[in-house]
C-alpha cells in the first residue's frame, strides 16, 4: 500500500510537470494600448480579463497594459462608458484596441430615490457628484467632499476641531422649529442626523475614501419620494463596490499632514496692558496696577500649535468566481491645533455583490464598522486666552494648590478667567463611539412577468457612544466643584432599523413609441435612543432617557416617456408616524413632473453645436416630521429639579411635572415649484442646468404665548406660521481641453436664494415683534419677523462721528419714545442677516500624461457676521473685581469705556473668496510586479481674502463667539496600486 501510494505521488507529479511544460509553451505576454475611437485618448483602468477566468489586469494611466496570455485565448476588455470587445489572441504579442463609446451608457446614470435613472431621463433637480470630483486634502468627513461642488448646496462645518461635523443647507431652511438637515441616505438606508453622546460627526462612520458618488437631490418631484423627511433635499451616498469579471486589485494610500493655525485674535500685550493702565488713572486706581506683572504672554500661542495628522486607507477589490466584491480599512489619526485634542478612528467596510439563477437574482450585501476614541479638551480655553491677562506667566511657582499654574483665585479673586493653559491641559474630556451599519438588498426578476421586479432591502444602525469629562480639584472653582473637582460620566444608543419591499416594472410599449416605468412599495423604520449621565456633587447626580418613534409608509411612482421626448413623473407617498395622533398621523405627499427632451425634435436635429436641450417643470409636496421630539402630542411628565423637590416622611423627593403639549401637533408640509432647463453644446464638451424655484413652507411650528394654567405653561410649540424661499441655480462644466495626453475640466456653480418668514402667529398681530434670540450677556441680537430673513440680526442703528468713529452709547432713537435707547427693542431695526445672497463655486482639474492638478474655490456674497469676539470690549471691563482681562485690539478704534452689545457697527460684511484646497499630483509608470505609485501633495485652506476682521468669515449661525478655528493643512499623499 505504501508503494502505491509513493508510485502514484510519482506519478501525479510527472503529470503535473508534463501539464506545467506544455501550458507554458503556450503562454506568451502580450502588451498593447487602449484608446478610444472617437478621439484617440490612452484609456486608463480598462478592465481585460481572460474569458472564463479571473486571470487578468487593468490599463495603466496611459492605456497600457501587459497580459500573459495562451494564443487563441479570447480576452474582454471592459469600461464604464464604452461597449465591450472581445478580441482573440493570435500569433502576434502585440495588440491595440480601439473601444467604442456606447451610445447607452453614454447617458450619465444618476442615483434617485428607490432606484436610478438615465440623467436626460431626470425629470427633477438632481446633481450627481462623483469621486473624481470630489474636493481633496485632510479630509474626515463626507460632507466636506461636497462644498461647492453643487449649485443650491451650502455646507459649513462647525469649525476646525478633528472629526467635526457640518451644517448641510439645500435651498435655504424650511423650518425653524424642526431640522433643517437634509434626508441622509448611504447604500440605501435612510439615517437619522444625531449622533450618540461622545460623537461629534453622525457621518463620520463612513470612511470619505469608500464613497463612489453623492448625488443631491433638490426640488420636490425629486424629494416627494421620500415624504415626511424630504423637505429640506435629499443626499444619496453610493459607496464603492467590486465589478463583476475584474482581477484583484490593492490600493493603499497613505497621508501625513501639517496642521497651523492661520491667525490668532488680535489682543493686547502685557507691555499695551500697562500702558493703558497708567494712561487711564480716571478708571484704574494705583491699588490696581500692583495686580499687574511683568510678563508678556502670548496665551494664544500657548494653547495651539502646530500638528500632524496620518490618514491610512487599505482597499481590496475584485471578483471570485464572478462575485465582485470589496473591502477596505481606514485609520485616521488627527491631531488638532488646539492642544489635548484628537480624533483617533478606525473604520471598516464590506461589500459583496453576487448574481445569481443567470442573472435573475442581484444580491447586494454591506456592512460598514467604526470605532472612534475622541479627545475633545475644553475649547473654552481659546475664549479664556483671549480674555486672559497678558502680564501674568503660565506657571506660579509661589502659590500652592493649584498644579504650579497661575490662578487668579490664589490671590482672592475667585471669579477671574481660569489659566487656559491649566484649562486645556488638566481637563480628561474624552469619549468612545461604536457603529455598525449593514444592510442586504435583494433584486430579483420574477420569472413570470417580463419587465417586473421586486426588491427588498433589510438594514439596522447600531450605535452607542460613552465618556466622560473631569477635573482635578486644583482646577478653578469657576470650572469645578467646591470638593471634588469634576467627575461626570456619560453614555448613549441608538438604534435605526429598516424594512424597504418595493415592485418596479419597466416595459417598452412599442405600438405607441412609449416606456412605462413604475413603482410600488411600502417602507418601515424604527428609531429608539437611549443614554445617561452622571455628574458627581450635584443633588440629583444620575439621569437617564429612553425614547422612540415609528415611521410606516407606502411610496408609488409612474414614469412616462413619449417619443423618447416627452417625460412624465407622478410619485405620490403615504406617511404614518407615530409622533402624531389621529387625523394627523398620516399624510400625503404628491409630486409631478414634466420634462420635454427639445434636442429631440426635429426642427433641432441638424442643429450640431447643440448637443442636449430639455425642458424640466416640477410640482410637489414634501413634510416634516423631525421636529426634536418623539411625542410632541402626549402627555408626558418630567422629574423635578434638585431645588424643587418636596418633602415625604422627612426626606426630600423629587416631583413629576406635566409638559405642555399640543394634540393637534401635524407636520410642516413644504410646497416646491421648480423650473429648469439642462443643456449640453458642442458634443457635450459644454454641459449646464439653470435652475429657478419656489419654496413654500406652511403649518410652520412656532413657540406662542398662550394662557396661563390652560396647558401647564404659558407657551406651546404649535403649527401657526409659514416662509418661504424663492431662488435661482445655474451650473456649468466645461471640458475645455480633451486631447491625446491632456485634460482640462472646469466647473462653476451659482446660486441666489431669498429667504422670507410670512406668518408667525395664527391670528396676524401687528404688535408682534417676532421671534428674540441672544445671550444672557449680549442681549437679544437677532430676531425672526414677518416679512424679513429668519435669523435677522437686530441691534441698534449706531451714531457716528464725521470721521467714521462711533459714538459711545448713541443710537437712533427709532421708537420716538425717547429715554434709554441702548438695548430697547422697541428702538432696535433689522441690520442684514448671517446667510449670503449669492454663493458660487469654482473648481478646475487638469491632466497632462502622468502629471495632474486640481483646485476648489468659493464666493460668498452678502452673509453677515455678528462679532461677539469684540462685543463688549471696554476699558472699565479690563479691570474687575480683583483681577485684569485682556480686550481685543478694536478697542483702540472705538475707544469705549462702557460696553456696548447691541450696536450695528458690531455687525460686519463677511463675504469672503476661499480657496479651499490645491491638490497636484503625479501618477508613475507601472513597475515591475504590477505596481503603479502615486505621490500627491494638496494644500487645504489656500487662501481666505475678505473685508470681515475676525478669523474666519464663515460662521454658521451668524454670531462669530471663539469657535474652534480652521487651520491651514499642508497634505503628502503617497499610494500604490497593485
Do not use: C
Request: hydrophobic content about 35%; proline content about 4%.
Amino acid at each position: 500500500m505504501r508503494i502505491i501510494r509513493k508510485n502514484l505521488k510519482v506519478v501525479l507529479f510527472l503529470v503535473a510537470m508534463l501539464s506545467f511544460t506544455l501550458g507554458y509553451a503556450q503562454v506568451k505576454t502580450v502588451t498593447g494600448t487602449v484608446s478610444d475611437a472617437g478621439n484617440g485618448e490612452p484609456l486608463p483602468g480598462v478592465t481585460i480579463v481572460v474569458k472564463g477566468t479571473t486571470q487578468g489586469t487593468i490599463t495603466d494611466f496611459d492605456g497600457n497594459f501587459s497580459l500573459n496570455v495562451e494564443e487563441g485565448q479570447t480576452i474582454v476588455l471592459s469600461y464604464i462608458g464604452y461597449t465591450p470587445q472581445e478580441v482573440v489572441i493570435s500569433a502576434s504579442n502585440l495588440l491595440n484596441v480601439k473601444l467604442e463609446q456606447s451610445t447607452e451608457n453614454l447617458d450619465e446614470v444618476v442615483v434617485i430615490g428607490y432606484g436610478q435613472v438615465k440623467k436626460e431621463d431626470a425629470t427633477g433637480s438632481v446633481t450627481a457628484v462623483r469621486a473624481d470630483d470630489f474636493n481633496k486634502g485632510n479630509i474626515t468627513s463626507p460632507q466636506d467632499l461636497l462644498v461647492g461642488k453643487a449649485s443650491g448646496v451650502v455646507i459649513t462645518s462647525s469649525g476646525g476641531a478633528p472629526g467635526a461635523g457640518s451644517t448641510i443647507r439645500i435651498r435655504g431652511g424650511s423650518s425653524l422649529n424642526a431640522s433643517n438637515d437634509p434626508l441622509i441616505i448611504i447604500d440605501g438606508i435612510p439615517i437619522a442626523n444625531d449622533d450618540v453622546s461622545g460623537g461629534n460627526n453622525f457621518m463620520s462612520f463612513v470612511n470619505p475614501n469608500d464613497i463612489e458618488s453623492m448625488t443631491v437631490l433638490k426640488d420636490a418631484s425629486a424629494t416627494a419620494i421620500y415624504g415626511s423627511r424630504a423637505s429640506n433635499g435629499v443626499i444619496i451616498i453610493t459607496t464603492k463596490k467590486g465589478q463583476a469579471g475584474r482581477p484583484m486589485q490593492i490600493n493603499v494610500d497613505v497621508k501625513t499632514s501639517v496642521s497651523t493655525p492661520i491667525k490668532y485674535v488680535d489682543v493686547y500685550s502685557g507691555d499695551e496692558i500697562r500702558q493703558i493702565a497708567q494712561s487711564k488713572p480716571e478708571l484704574y486706581s494705583p491699588e490696581t496696577y500692583d495686580l499687574l506683572w511683568n510678563a508678556n504672554t502670548n496665551w494664544q500661542e500657548e494653547i495651539f500649535r502646530t500638528s500632524i495628522s496620518q490618514d491610512n486607507n487599505v482597499s481590496i477589490s475584485g471578483s471570485v468566481k464572478n462575485i465582485p466584491y470589496r473591502a477596505s480599512v481606514g485609520y485616521t489619526n488627527q491631531n488638532g491645533i488646539l492642544k489635548n485634542t484628537y480624533m483617533r478612528r478606525l473604520t471598516g467596510s464590506l461589500s459583496v455583490n453576487p448574481t445569481l439563477f443567470e442573472g435573475a437574482l442581484k444580491v447586494n450585501l454591506n456592512v460598514k464598522g467604526m470605532t472612534t476614541d475622541n479627545n475633545f479638551g475644553d475649547s473654552g480655553a481659546i475664549g479664556s486666552a483671549i480674555s486672559m491677562d497678558p502680564t501674568k506667566p503660565v506657571y506660579d511657582a509661589s502659590k500652592t494648590g493649584s498644579a504650579g499654574y497661575f490662578q487668579w483665585e490664589n490671590y482672592g479673586a475667585n471669579l477671574g478667567t481660569p489659566n487656559p493653559v491649566e484649562q486645556l491641559m488638566e481637563v480628561d474630556n474624552k469619549s468612545d463611539v461604536n457603529r455598525i451599519v449593514a444592510n442586504a438588498q435583494f433584486d430579483y426578476k420574477i420569472p413570470f412577468i417580463e419587465g417586473l421586479n421586486a426588491n427588498l432591502n433589510i438594514a439596522t444602525d447600531q450605535s452607542k457612544g460613552d465618556g466622560y469629562n473631569n477635573r482635578p480639584i486644583t482646577s478653578p472653582s469657576t470650572l469645578t466643584g467646591e470638593t471634588v473637582g469634576m467627575v461626570s460620566t456619560f453614555w448613549s444608543e441608538n438604534s435605526n432599523d429598516l424594512l424597504d419591499f418595493y415592485l418596479n416594472y419597466k416595459t417598452d410599449i412599442e405600438r405607441i413609441n412609449s416606456v412605462l416605468d413604475a413603482t410600488a412599495g411600502y417602507s418601515w423604520q424604527h428609531f429608539q435612543r437611549e443614554g445617561g449621565n452622571y455628574r458627581e456633587g450635584i443633588s440629583q447626580p444620575e439621569s437617564s432617557y429612553i425614547s422612540e418613534n415609528y415611521l410606516v409608509s407606502f411610496f408609488g411612482r409612474v414614469n412616462y416617456t413619449l417619443a423618447e421626448k416627452y417625460l412624465l413623473t407622478f410619485t405620490l407617498r403615504n406617511d404614518g408616524s407615530s409622533r402624531f395622533q389621529g387625523d394627523n398621523q398620516w399624510g400625503l405627499f404628491p409630486s409631478a413632473a414634466f420634462a420635454w427632451k427639445i434636442k429631440n425634435e426635429s426642427f433641432l436635429q441638424d442643429a450640431d453645436f447643440l448637443s442636449n436641450l430639455k425642458l424640466r417643470l416640477g410640482w410637489g409636496v414634501t413634510g416634516q416630521q423631525d421636529i426634536g421630539n418623539d411625542y410632541p402630542a402626549q402627555a408626558t411628565y418630567v422629574s423635578s429639579s434638585g431645588g424643587s423637590w418636596y418633602p415625604i416622611n422627612g426626606e426630600f423627593q423629587p416631583t413629576l411635572r406635566p409638559n405642555a403639549y399640543d394634540p393637534d401637533i401635524k407636520w410642516e408640509e413644504t410646497t416646491t415649484q421648480n423650473i429648469g432647463l439642462d443643456f449640453g453644446f458642442m458634443k457635450d464638451r459644454i454641459t449646464g442646468a439653470i435652475d429657478v424655484y419656489k419654496r413654500v413652507t406652511d403649518d410652520l411650528l412656532n413657540t406662542v404665548t398662550i394662557p396661563t394654567g390652560s396647558n401647564f405653561s404659558n407657551t406651546l410649540l404649535t403649527n401657526v406660521g409659514s416662509l418661504e424661499n424663492k431662488g435661482v441655480e445655474l451650473s456649468i462644466d466645461w471640458r475645455a481641453i480633451s486631447r491625446e495626453d491632456m485634460f482640462l475640466n472646469i466647473g462653476f456653480n451659482i446660486s441666489y436664494n431669498d429667504n422670507k418668514i410670512t406668518k408667525l402667529l395664527l391670528n396676524d398681530d401687528p404688535d408682534y415683534i417676532g421671534i428674540l434670540y441672544g445671550g444672557a450677556m449680549t442681549g437679544v441680537n437677532q430676531v425672526t419677523r414677518v416679512g424679513y430673513p429668519a435669523y435677522s440680526f437686530f441691534v441698534n442703528q449706531q451714531v457716528y462721528y464725521p470721521n467714521g468713529k462711533p459714538i459711545e452709547g448713541m443710537y437712533v432713537d427709532l421708537s420716538g419714545e425717547g429715554g434709554t435707547v441702548n438695548g430697547d427693542n422697541n428702538d432696535k431695526y433689522i441690520y442684514h442677516n448671517p446667510v449670503a445672497d449669492v454663493l458660487m463655486g469654482l473648481s478646475a482639474s487638469f491632466n497632462y500624461k502622468n502629471f495632474d492638478a486640481s483646485f476648489s474655490s468659493r464666493i460668498s456674497l452678502g452673509n453677515y457676521v455678528y462679532d461677539g469676539v469684540t462685543a463688549g470690549s471696554s476699558y472699565d471691563q479690563m479691570y474687575q473685581i480683583g483681577y485684569w482681562k485682556n480686550m481685543p485690539r478694536t478697542l483702540n478704534e472705538t475707544q469705549f469705556v462702557k460696553r456696548q452689545f447691541t450696536s450695528d457697527y458690531l455687525v460686519s460684511n463677511a463675504s469672503f473668496f476661499k480657496l479651499d484646497n490645491v491638490s497636484v499630483g503625479y501618477t508613475f509608470n507601472e513597475l515591475k510586479g504590477k505596481l503603479i505609485p502615486r505621490l500627491s501633495f494638496t494644500v487645504q485652506n489656500a487662501v481666505t481674502i475678505t473685508k470681515y476682521d475676525g478669523l474666519d468669515p464663515e460662521v454658521s449661525g451668524g454670531i462669530d463667539n471663539n469657535f474652534y478655528p480652521r487651520p491651514r493643512t499642508f497634505m503628502l499623499g503617497i499610494g500604490f496600486t497593485y
